[in-house]
T-cell receptor, first 109, second 115 residues
Framework: DQQVKQNSPSLSVQEGRISILNCDYTNSMFDYFLWYKKYPAEGPTFLISISSIKDKNEDGRFTVFLNKSAKHLSLHIVPSQPGDSAVYFCAATGNQFYFGTGTSLTVIP | DAGVIQSPRHEVTEMGQEVTLRCKPISGHDYLFWYRQTMMRGLELLIYFNNNVPIDDSGMPEDRFSAKMPNASFSTLKIQPSEPRDSAVYFC?????????????FGEGSRLTVL
């Protein structure tokens, strides 16, 4: 049973526009939420995280929003760049580390 | 500093053969994780170690899978006998803090194909 779900397997966005990647979770006890980015033939790398006591965390072009009442997490990338094209995994931690199935983002030049 | 090192990068084997995947975590990291990536299930945790001791192996699919960590700088994931449904990318990751802050450092993965 997937405790972290990414319902959009893929997303295409024009360069310079905003990319919004979404993630839903089922367990209200999760402490931390994270986004990882993965390029082909490489391992996932940490991108940004947010504690469950916050509702927003920003790092440069990347902002993560947390809506605890909706059990929903989103990653905003503004402006999107071709180098952002990758698979993005949402993850949540509690007594274990749960990953979503990933969303493949393509930024079109 | 070297990151997490996995070998082999690619393995093609025939059904029934034994497969051993290897991992060297980042020096000083006391948590080590083995994950499997598939299209259907994304990244699944197979097992994790803390200070070389297996803590949670509930994700190991079945008895054909085993993992060891004989010392702080080396771990193996073994599949015996291998089956075509084991074909996937296997990642090793290490961290300093386990699940507390959640930042895991992944290796480049071992792509396994079982014919």
């Amino acid at each position: 049973d997937q405790q972290v779900k990414q319902n959009s397997p893929s997303l295409s966005v024009q360069e310079g526009r905003i990319s919004i990647l979404n993630c839903d979770y089922t367990n209200s006890m999760f402490d931390y939420f994270l986004w990882y980015k993965k390029y082909p033939a490489e391992g996932p790398t940490f991108l940004i995280s947010i504690s469950s006591i916050k509702d927003k965390n920003e790092d440069g072009r990347f902002t993560v929003f947390l809506n605890k009442s909706a059990k929903h997490l989103s990653l905003h990338i503004v402006p999107s760049q071709p180098g952002d094209s990758a698979v993005y995994f949402c993850a949540a931690t509690g007594n274990q580390f749960y990953f979503g199935t990933g969303t493949s983002l393509t930024v079109i030049p | 500093d070297a990151g997490v090192i996995q070998s082999p990068r690619h393995e093609v084997t025939e059904m029934g053969q034994e497969v051993t995947l290897r991992c060297k975590p980042i020096s000083g990291h006391d948590y080590l994780f083995w994950y499997r990536q598939t299209m259907m299930r994304g990244l699944e945790l197979l097992i994790y170690f803390n200070n070389n001791v297996p803590i949670d192996d509930s994700g190991m699919p079945e008895d054909r899978f085993s993992a060891k960590m004989p010392n702080a700088s080396f771990s193996t994931l073994k599949i015996q006998p291998s089956e075509p449904r084991d074909s996937a990318v296997y990642f090793c990751a290490s961290s300093l803090s386990g699940y507390i802050t959640g930042e895991l450092f992944f290796g480049e993965g071992s792509r396994l194909t079982v014919l």
